[in-house]
């Protein structure tokens, strides 16, 4: 479980599941889906709003694996975690923040994230979010 959207613990969570399952560098996809073939996608996602959340690591099974087999080899993903360099954290820092930026060219996006902030009890929300995010330590 994880403290709900707008906390400092948050978004060290969301930044968890952007370093496990953010793009084919991250640790899930080269290991899960490239080099062992026990699936063909995975994704991980914080979920929270106005309440605490939850992480969800979520992954399509190829055909023959076992849950038992991917559940192992998840494990030994997660508890590489321990093991990531500054450098790897810094870079997943800048690709967020480039997002974030594209994301608010946007007016339909730029809404939806006020939108979200104010549900989540905090409009300004908005303004710190990138900011505090950006001065995660790992």
Request: with cysteine; charged share 20%; aromatic share 6%.
């Amino acid at each position: 479980h994880i403290p709900k959207r707008g906390s400092v613990e948050y978004l060290q969570a969301d930044m968890l599941t952007d370093l496990l399952a953010n793009g084919k560098s991250s640790i899930l996809f080269p290991r899960l889906v490239k080099d062992k073939g026990l699936a063909s996608s995975v994704k991980a996602f914080s979920w929270g709003s106005s309440e605490p959340g939850m992480i969800s690591i979520d992954a399509r099974l190829t055909p023959g694996t076992s849950i038992a087999a991917y559940e192992t080899e998840l494990q030994h993903c997660i508890a590489e975690l321990h093991t990531i360099s500054k450098d790897t954290v810094d870079r997943m820092k800048q690709k967020i923040e480039a997002s974030v930026i594209f994301d608010r060219t946007s007016n339909m996006n730029i809404a939806l994230e006020i939108a979200m902030a104010d549900h989540a009890g905090s409009v300004s929300w908005v303004n710190q979010a990138l900011p505090a995010f950006l001065a995660l330590e790992t």
